[in-house]
């Protein structure tokens, strides 16, 4: 089972649009995608973890990402950074097991309206992968999400298509 997820916590997002259709593509593994609007995780601090300690909610994201063959994400970006809310989730899970990503496979993608495609936070959470034990299997990027995705048919530019068929194939063949 490939776990699938948008870094994003909004069920509109376009990071999750684009999760559910590279979810989509893939035919020779089950692929359980997560609408992290479920997952609302209080924002992080040692006080409240020595307080309350870890959800439920929590340890069993960190047993599915444990139990998968690999991860296909997508981050959005604020400020040319992951979110506020992707990085918080990173920080409760590496305070539960630090390795939580330890020799898990990921396709790392991102997407925004602009033209740069997300490509900062891209950058910024492919090296956070590495640091918690996964590995970046390829990585994706899509600009201008609103001229190039299409709800209906997915990625509408040619050039970007096929280079999201490549990043997913070379993922799919490492997992």
């Known amino acids: 089972m490939i776990l699938a997820f948008a870094g994003s916590n909004s ?10 259709f590279t979810a989509g593509l893939v035919s020779d593994s089950t692929v359980q995608v997560l609408n992290m609007a479920n997952y609302p995780f209080p924002m992080y601090s040692e006080d409240y973890e020595k307080a309350k300690g870890f959800s439920n909610s929590l340890m069993e994201l960190r047993d599915d990402i444990r139990n998968s063959e690999g991860l296909i994400i997508s981050v959005n970006e604020h400020n040319s950074n992951p979110s506020a809310y992707f990085k918080n989730l990173i920080d409760w899970l590496s305070r539960l097991e630090r390795n939580f990503l330890d020799g898990k496979k990921v396709f790392l993608m991102s997407a925004s309206p602009g ?22 299997a390829a990585t994706f990027s899509l600009p201008s999400f609103y001229e190039t995705f299409d709800p209906k048919q997915g990625i509408v530019d040619s050039d970007l298509a096929t280079e999201h068929k490549n990043a997913l194939k070379v993922f799919l063949s490492k997992k």
Do not use: D, H, T
């Open 115 to 136: 033209g740069r495609g997300a490509i900062g936070a891209l950058g910024i959470v492919e090296k956070m992968v590495v640091r918690f034990g996964g590995e970046v």
């Open 11 to 20: 069920p509109a997002s376009i990071n999750y649009k684009l999760v559910k």
